[in-house]
């Protein structure tokens, strides 16, 4: 069955970087565009970035634009996501998530990974 792992996370300071990355399995990984999520504390799932199948193709929304880099390693099976520039308001639970659209990803009837949580403060 379809497996996704998170990990990476930690607390940070304003400014600093984190680097997170999803270990995946139980499915063909290189025919599949893949997404991360967020939930921060108090709202609901938010679509944060995607990538193709081919990793050729890479999305990001508006508030993490130029601060985050999706991308994906087909022979280790993983997803990564390099995150500068940290924000209070990335503080959030980190999900990665099959799927290169938002609506594919948040509509995922995969089951979650346990996710990783970014602590962005002093």
């Known amino acids: 069955q379809v497996q996704l792992v998170e990990s990476g996370g930690g607390l940070v300071q304003p400014g600093g970087s984190l680097r997170l990355s999803c270990a995946a399995s139980?499915?063909?990984?290189?025919?599949?565009?893949m997404s991360w999520v967020r939930q921060a504390p108090g709202k609901g799932l938010e679509w944060v970035s995607g990538?193709?199948?081919?990793?050729?193709?890479?999305r990001y929304e508006d508030s993490v634009k130029g601060r985050f880099t999706i991308s994906r390693d087909d022979a280790k099976n993983t997803l990564s996501l390099q995150m500068n520039n940290l924000k209070p308001e990335d503080t959030a639970v980190y999900y990665c998530?099959?799927?290169?659209?938002?609506?594919?990803?948040?509509?995922?009837?995969?089951?979650w990974g346990q996710g990783t949580q970014v602590t962005v403060g002093t």
């Open positions: 998530a099959r799927g290169f659209r938002p609506s594919e990803a948040l509509s995922s009837r995969d089951p």
């Open positions: 139980g499915f063909v990984f290189r025919s599949y565009g």
């Open positions: 990538i193709n199948w081919i990793g050729s193709n890479t």
